[in-house]
Each structure stands twice: as structure tokens, then as C-alpha cells.
């Protein structure tokens, strides 16, 4: 879906490293994921957002962090990236209609690669 | 614990087979289910929706899934498959007091040889 972009799309980084992945949508939805995507184990709720000022972890955030600059925008963090961070990691909005109903948005994804 | 079981983790069909992807989901309550698809190098986009009433939903490109209660099941088909089918299929489910969140299953890669 367009109205849910990431940047970057592809990064291959080292371990130790910090790396922020982005996520920006243009759908004027309140509640924003993160997921990450590993082969055979399907997609994982890293952090979700209700709203600017609500963040939750999900169940696999050891590792992780987030930040919900505005409406639009939501942010993951590695702060020290390591090789088992290797994955997918896919952003997903939703409005306060479709949340009752479970229905989201994913954006393109973002391929991230610790050596 | 809430949890959603896909069956198959790798298909291989011909082109005009016929399609049946297995989903199982453990939940307590009322429960919402989807079916959500990749295809290759692209985002997943939702192929069909069971929220109540008819059990046999119908979504798009022909495809479609019976929710079958009973069983906790909710099984994705269709009839003959397409090239163009060669994609990642997950099933995902939403209760009533997840306030927003699915549990997805572990996925199924769909190979269609034409």
C-alpha cells in the first residue's frame, strides 16, 4: 500500500551498530506496528502505537525500541543490532474503525542484514 | 494462549490445480480472521476477511475460506490456480480484546509451476 511507506528498503549493517528503521503514513491513522517477518515463523509484533502518546510492547521487543514522533511517523530502533536480528521488518497502520475488526496496512518492508 | 497454525509451510502446484491452504487458530471469544498475501518483493495485502454471518467469505482473484467453527479452522482455496498465485499466504486472527493486534500464522509459500 503506498500510504504506508519505510526507509530504508535494503541495509546491511555490523553488529554493534545503532540502526533506526522508518515508517510514515499518509492514511491519517491513529495506530501504528511493527512486525518482523522470519522464514517459518511468520510475522512477530515487535511495538505497537494507539496514539502519539501510547506505546506498547509487543511480544518480542527485547532489543528494540520505538518513537512516535507524530500521527504520521514511527520509528524502530536497534541500538546494538546483532546477527539474530536478521529479518523482515514490515510497518502496519490501522484506524479506529478497522482496529474492532483487526484489518491493517502493511508497508513495503525493510530487509535488514547484521554481520 | 492465543495462537494461529498454518499447516503447509511450502506448496508446489501446477497451474488449473485446485488450492486448499490449512488454518487452525486458538482463541477464546469472538474472533476475526484473515487471510493476508505477498507476493514477491511486495507488502502483504489482505485477500479476505471473516468477521461473522456467512462462514464462505470471498475475496479477491478468486480466492476464498470457510470459517468452520467446530474446528477452529478457517481454510484458504481456490479452484485453479495461476502462475500469478506464486506468493506468501498468511493467516492471521483478531479477538475482541486484542484492541487492534493480530496473531499471524507462520506463513505458507505457494509455488505455482506453470
Known amino acids: 500500500d503506498a500510504d504506508v511507506t519505510q526507509t530504508p528498503r535494503n541495509r546491511i549493517t555490523k553488529t554493534g551498530k545503532r540502526i533506526m528503521l522508518e515508517c510514515s503514513q499518509t492514511k491519517g491513522h491513529d495506530r501504528m506496528y511493527w512486525y518482523r517477518q522470519d522464514p517459518g515463523l511468520g510475522l512477530r509484533l515487535i511495538y505497537y502505537s494507539f496514539d502519539v502518546k501510547d506505546i506498547n510492547k509487543g511480544e518480542i521487543s527485547d532489543g528494540y525500541s520505538v518513537s512516535r514522533q507524530a500521527q504520521a511517523k514511527f520509528s524502530l530502533s536497534l541500538e546494538s543490532a546483532i546477527p539474530n536480528q536478521t529479518a523482515l521488518y514490515f510497518c502496519?497502520?490501522?484506524?479506529?474503525?478497522?482496529?474492532?475488526?483487526?484489518?491493517?496496512?502493511f508497508g513495503p518492508g525493510t530487509r535488514l542484514t547484521v554481520l | 494462549a492465543q495462537s494461529v497454525s498454518q499447516h503447509n509451510h511450502h506448496v508446489i502446484l501446477s497451474e488449473a490445480a485446485s488450492l486448499e491452504l490449512g488454518c487452525n487458530y486458538s482463541?477464546?471469544?469472538?474472533?476475526?480472521l484473515f487471510w493476508y498475501v505477498q507476493y514477491p518483493g511486495q507488502h502483504l495485502q489482505l485477500l479476505l476477511k471473516?468477521?461473522?454471518?456467512?462462514?464462505l467469505v470471498k475475496g479477491i482473484k478468486g480466492f476464498e475460506a470457510e470459517f468452520i467453527k467446530s474446528k477452529f479452522s478457517f481454510n484458504l482455496r481456490k479452484p485453479s490456480v495461476q502462475w500469478s498465485d506464486t506468493a506468501e499466504y498468511f493467516c492471521a486472527a483478531h479477538g475482541s480484546s486484542n484492541t487492534g493486534k493480530l496473531i499471524f500464522g507462520q506463513g505458507t509459500t505457494l509455488q505455482v509451476k506453470p
Open positions: 502496519a497502520t490501522s484506524d479506529d474503525h478497522d482496529h474492532r475488526d483487526g484489518r491493517q496496512y
Open positions: 471473516y468477521f461473522s454471518g456467512d462462514p
Open positions: 482463541y477464546g471469544g469472538t474472533v476475526n
